[in-house]
């Protein structure tokens, strides 16, 4: 998978956007990622799904806290998204994002920095966020090798497969 | 620098004789543990190329939050998980009359000092109660576990709460634990494993310490530990059919932080809709009207929280169209309710009993909310949506809290009476 990644921002400009809000409970049964992304978000907004091809989503802080379902990344991901950027994630849901090979930026404050439909480029690969509008430059917390690595083979399951398929 | 005993545990169990927090280790888990409503562990395990689990004893799986199943998707997912567990030949499954993976677990003598378990629910957290590394993980880091034994882990650093004084009559560990949610916040310990230390700690009962441990995963923290003492260990030695290590932390060790909190002087707590964070004492928001209390979950159904309920409401009615709903985390609390009485006082003040399970708690079933309707919850999170409508709203309370909430359908102080 690139690790150059261009797109539009959808903006969340909250903090604390729980797994029960990124995919509620009633749905929790279902495990086609194609129905799943149908529900992604839903707790915010039941139409947002219909936009996230593509898109990079801008959050506040802590997003992600709460349960271990991987619905909450399945769905994201099934639905198109490209990348989230954060002040800050929930550990089991940045290790769900990392796993399927969703990146995840991490910088205090970047919430405040863009508004919806922004068109932005980002480089994993030495961390930075760039807006193509006026080229004003962001870096997020380096993103280590180890998780790089899981992203640039597309995900823990394609590199598992290899090896034990 | 000396270690850690979580340090030890992972170190242990990567095979090395140190670990240093930041780096990563491949540590080998010793329960790996699946949920009802997560088909997804199965999708991915099969998706990775898995073929046979690596040891059939290790993988358990938990029928509980859908228990007995009120949906019929939820019913092909268990068919479908049987089928897996009868296939693989995996030695546990608990059933849908067995409770909640956190209390069925070590009720089970399957949660040891030194273990690593590793669920696919977030308050795997609460085994640290027991000098276990306990932790939540997603559907395919698990489904990693069963193909391998084992998942990688940043080694976390270790902060700790050190809790004194003397809590005053009414105040239990839910309140403790809420206070700190609003002093330390949902980010305080990302990546960190909190341990409880202080005079409090060493006095509670484990019941009381799996609610600290079990409600730190809201403070963000990776893991919990207290070192468990003579009564811990007896309470595991009664169940457990293993040997087991005690890691001890070693004199010379940093914590990344200390925090002490005197809590002499601590009220009832309550963390308002829709953040674990907001708290306030019950105090200055009592008289806040309520439709339901839930007594329940794998914070607070466990038999001192269904103890407690049952004593303040001992002879007494719950107030017109209040329901009360009383989940037990496990049949163990189930049957021991009903032998101690606690059973037939409580369906006697007007409460229903559900099965054991996680039921309401998340929403599930067995007492969701319709729209602007108000719970007041044993249970440990109140996110929007999170027990039914996303307009309904969840205070988060201590037993006796919930109990003096039913009685009068007002958020009420338990000692409200007695002017203390």
Redesign the interface.
Known sequence: MSLIIKGKVILLNMDNISTDEIYPASYLNLSDPKEIAEYVLTGIDPHIHNRLLGSILVVGNNFGCGSSREQAVIGLKAAGLQAVIAGSVGRIWYRNAINLALPVLIRPEIVHEFKEDDVITINLEDSTIRKVEDGKIFLSEPISEFVLNIIRNGGIKSMMKRKYA | MGMHAVHKILAYASGRSKVDPGE?VTAKVDIAGIND????VL??FY????KKVWDSNKVVFFFD??APSS?I??SE?QKEMRQFINEQGIANLFDINDGICHKVLPEAGLVKPGDIIVI???HTTTHGAFGAFGT??????LA?IM??GEL?FRVPQVVEIRLEGKLKKGVMAKDIVLYLLGELG??FA??KVIEFTGLIVENMKLDEKMVLCNMAL?M?A?STYIQPDDSVLEYIKSRADKEFIVHETDPDFNYSGSHTFDISSLEPQVALPH?VEKIKTVREVAGTSINQVFIGSCTGGKLTDIMEASEFLKGKKIARHMRLIVTPASKEVLLESIKRGYYETLLQAGAVFTPPGCGAC???HSGVLASKERCASTSN?N????MGN?DSEVYLVSPLTAAATALSGKLTHPLLDEKN
Request: glycine residues 20%; proline residues 4%; positive net charge.
């Open positions: 990563i409503i997560y088909l997804t999708v991915s998706e990775m190329g898995g939050h859908n949906i998707k939820a997912n696919t629910d977030s939540g993980v997603g559907s395919t880091d990693i193909m391998t990688w949902t980010n990302p990546y809201e963000g990776k953040g998340f929403g599930g999170r996110f929007p949506g999170r996303k």
